[in-house]
């Protein structure tokens, strides 16, 4: 393929789904004959009334990471800055718009205002033009503002995804990352004519299949975050080409489409690097977490040697920026948990923050005070779509949406019992929410310039759960995980609160080479409350046998904490999940599988891998419990495995935890999306007590809908014993939701048994029915509709509760096809060890072998 300039097949990339298109003369494929823009005709009808992720125009693996950590997202602080070309003033991007402000000032004037979210300026050398970021129309274009006239302009609006649009020293031509071609991120130049049109738009960047076998990213390489050199003859930019981990490396290449680049500097990063080279041509400046949890600034000469470390402290310094005398440098900190603005010294280290305290807006605006009891969720969305926040508070958005719904996804942030927000002039609509035993309260309300509005909001219960003795954790979270801001675990209560969550599971895991929360001891954290509890444990990671949750550790996290990382000295398939587990409960933990599985597994296919070591596991009693609802792309699959298991009489929890990574702008749900209710009897909450209630099975796992399950008096965990012949047992079901739901039904031996009906708007029921029981067994209640419904942030509502167990005379519980399906998935994997060579010894590959071949006799034991 072409290298140079952009093919019509290239342009498709960003479109895989659009019809040929024609395009119009000397717009060099930026613009469709009739000025359509080919954002615009970009497929959305066929994810009509469903929902989908956000910008799925990109094709590169694991998109929760390059969704917050390299695309930007519209927090309330600022998000990334430039100089201008004197440098006495800065251009930033803050609440997705654009705001200039006079060094040494605390006045900010808003650049732009909509009618997307905009990010990461970059000052013409001229000073006559701002060239930066724009999501809208389902794509980020490159735009330009005259700064003479205020007027903004599309620059390039090709469908794909445009990002770090950088000016080079003459002016006359622009740097960006783009995933114009085929999905992936490479680095374009283009030139800017003087009326601002785009032209000899160029890949320079090679696309290039690496035959690596990478976890977190795709096997082609990836080429991202350009910056000139001061005469634009080059360009340094980031590519994981050659390496396995990090998002890339620094490489040095001519700013030309033939250019061969050289990597000047093998360090792992992830995302976050955004390298700025010194008009001096000596310097360049970068974000790194070399040997450290937090990513600080640091400098290296041009060839990529010696680098050293500029600013210091446990919090993110990001997204630096020389300035044109090169004595200082302006960059994002998240030092204070939002993000903020600072400028530092070079030489001296002298710091100071940029602060915007007074605002002058675009648009006439007024002030809405919204007026709340207790901690809560908050959502406000202007008559555009756009989300908005007070000055103060984090934003967060959803990481997909339903294009028939919305122009943009679901943006929320966390309160108090007030929050004030200044918002241009015109209509919003108020959402607040407090976790799934709240009614959803909602509001539409006027705002009109220069007046003050003030909305009171009071909150209904729609169940008493609490007060019959459940309570809810979300197992699985994690704190701080490379996002904007800087999480704590106070910051963590507050937002457990607001979910109304009793217990929260921050579980300390590595994202590659860091482990963000490593410096807080395992256990209760001292701010816990008697109402809320936070909790440090662990997520052991290993990226071949399937991820671990370790809660209730009493001493420390396990260390390293992965196994099976190619190319690194945690390469060996040793320790397994099994390993783990033992290591795990000899601190006293409960330990299970989280987000287990996206599809269900065949292990009949070998055109992919199945290494997960679930059936071991299993076998070998290591598992006492299983995210029955987690980060997956589909909960049916996830029990489809588990109903696999239960048949074969294995006695298995139902968990649940969002996989939320609570520093992030941008994520799938916020902490407590999805979460476990566990019965654990009157009195404040008790940690011990509720993981002693999970491991027994007293659970059901749920994103909205609330599910309460008696078969034969007995609840979830509880086991249920009938004669030789079986019988008539009596079925008592509760359901409350906030949402539809579509499917209630009665599951038993991984089939449906009953579809009850729900009446009227099917978000609630209180009945009995009888159902005739032969055979022993197990069953559960289980709750899901048919389509994403707002505020549940996920695929679908969904909900279940763990088993009751049926003993039908001395019948065990048993299926062969069952057994036998794990038999062939336990093949799969002694296949796979024994091909390994990553073995650190001997002894360690027998091992391992051993517990394989244990697990089968199991099985097969079984499976007769």
Not at 198 to 225: C, F, K, M
Not at 473 to 500: C, I, K, S, W
Request: with cysteine.
């Amino acid at each position: 393929m072409r290298r140079c300039g952009v093919t019509l097949s290239e342009a498709k990339g960003a479109c895989p789904s659009a019809s040929p298109l024609r395009f119009a003369q000397g717009d060099s494929g930026l613009a469709l004959a009739g000025g359509v823009v080919l954002g615009l005709l970009c497929a959305i009808s066929p994810l009509a009334a469903q929902r989908a992720p956000v910008l799925q125009q990109v094709k590169v693996r694991h998109p929760y990471y390059y969704r917050e950590m390299f695309i930007p997202e519209p927090t309330s602080g600022p998000s990334a800055a430039a100089w201008s070309p004197d440098g006495t003033e800065l251009v930033y991007s803050m609440q997705g718009s654009l705001w200039r402000q006079r060094v040494g000032t605390t006045e900010a004037r808003q650049l732009t205002d909509g009618p997307g979210y905009d990010y990461q300026p970059d000052w013409s050398p001229d000073g006559r033009r701002i060239v930066y970021a724009s999501y809208q129309d389902d794509a980020i274009q490159l735009r330009l503002v005259n700064m003479s006239t205020g007027r903004s302009a599309p620059l390039i609006a090709n469908g794909a995804v445009n990002l770090e649009p950088r000016w080079s020293p003459d002016g006359r031509r622009i740097a960006f990352t783009s995933s114009l071609y085929q999905g992936r991120w490479h680095v374009f130049t283009a030139e800017v004519t003087p009326d601002g049109r785009a032209d000899h738009i160029d890949r320079v960047t090679e696309d290039r299949e690496s035959g690596l076998p990478r976890y977190y990213y795709n096997t082609v390489d990836q080429w991202l975050s350009p910056t000139w050199s001061p005469d634009g003859a080059e360009l340094i930019v980031l590519s994981n080409r050659g390496h396995i981990w990090g998002a890339g490396t620094f490489w040095r290449m001519p700013a030309r489409a033939d250019g061969v680049p050289r990597e000047i500097r093998d360090e792992e990063t992830t995302w976050r690097a955004r390298p700025d080279w010194s008009r001096d041509g000596r310097r360049v400046v970068y974000s790194s977490y070399l040997g450290r949890q937090w990513n600080q600034l640091w400098l290296m000469m041009a060839d990529g040697a010696n680098p050293l470390q500029l600013t210091y402290g446990d919090f993110d310094a990001t997204a630096p920026r020389w300035s044109p005398d090169g004595r200082r440098i302006v960059y994002v900190s998240n030092e204070t948990g939002n993000t903020s603005l600072w400028i530092v010294d070079v030489p001296g280290g002298a710091r100071w923050r940029v602060r915007a305290e007074h605002r002058t807006y675009r648009a006439p605006v007024g002030r809405l005070h919204l007026r709340v009891a207790g901690p809560v969720r908050i959502s406000v969305t202007g008559a555009d779509g756009r989300s908005f926040a007070p000055d103060d508070a984090w934003r967060h958005a959803d990481d997909g949406f339903d294009r028939s719904e919305r122009r943009f996804e679901y943006g929320y942030f966390h309160a108090n019992s007030r929050a004030d927000l200044v918002l241009p002039a015109g209509r919003y609509d108020i959402e607040v929410t407090h976790g799934p035993e709240w009614r959803v309260e909602r509001r539409t309300v006027t705002v009109r310039a220069e007046r003050d509005t003030t909305v009171r909001v009071t909150l209904h219960p729609l169940s008493d759960l609490a007060a019959r003795g459940w309570r809810s954790a979300d197992l699985h979270v994690h704190m701080n995980y490379g996002g904007a801001y800087r999480n704590t675990p106070r910051h963590l209560l507050f937002q457990a609160e607001a979910e109304d969550l009793d217990l929260v599971e921050n579980l300390i895991v590595n994202k590659e080479g860091r482990i963000p929360d490593i410096a807080y001891p395992v256990g209760r954290d001292p701010v816990s409350t008697p109402s809320t509890v936070i909790a440090h444990d662990q997520e052991y990671h290993t990226s071949v046998w399937g991820h671990f949750g370790l809660l209730g550790l009493r001493e420390h996290v396990l260390l390293p904490g992965y196994a099976g990382y190619q190319g690194t000295p945690a390469a060996s398939l040793a320790p397994t999940n099994a390993d783990v587990a033992d290591l795990a409960r000899a601190q006293g933990a409960t330990v299970g599988y989280v987000h287990p599985f996206d599809s269900d597994p065949d292990p009949a296919d070998t055109s992919h891998a199945l290494t997960d070591e679930f059936p071991v596991d299993l076998a070998l009693g290591k598992v006492d419990y299983y995210e029955a609802l987690g980060f997956v792309d589909d909960p049916m699959a996830t029990a489809h495995v588990w109903y696999r298991a239960l048949n074969c009489g294995f006695r298995l929890p139902a968990g649940a935890g969002t996989d939320a990574m609570a520093n992030f702008a941008s994520l799938r749900g916020p902490v407590g999306m999805n979460r476990v209710y566990v019965h654990v009897g009157p009195g404040p909450v008790s940690r011990s007590r509720l993981l002693d209630s999970l491991r027994a099975g007293r659970t059901f796992a749920t994103n909205g809908p609330l599910l309460e399950l008696s078969v034969g008096g007995r609840g979830p965990g509880g086991e249920l014993r009938l004669g030789q012949d079986g019988g008539d047992v009596a079925v008592r079901v509760r359901v409350r939701s906030n949402v539809r739901v579509d499917h209630l039904e009665l599951v038993r031996n991984g089939a449906v048994a009953l579809d009850i009906p729900l009446a009227g708007d099917r978000t609630g029921i209180d009945t009995t029915v009888r159902l005739p029981v032969d055979a022993s067994g197990w069953m559960l209640l289980r709750a899901r509709s048919d389509r994403a419904i707002y505020p549940v942030l996920d695929l679908y509502p969904y909900a279940t509760t763990s088993p009751v167990y049926l003993i039908v005379g001395a019948r065990p519980v048993g299926s062969r096809d069952d057994a036998e399906y794990f038999l062939r998935w336990i093949n799969r994997l002694e296949a796979f060890a024994t091909e390994n060579r990553d073995w650190n010894s001997d002894a360690e590959r027998a091992h391992v072998l051993d517990q394989i071949a244990r697990a089968r006799v199991e099985f097969e034991r079984r499976a007769h």
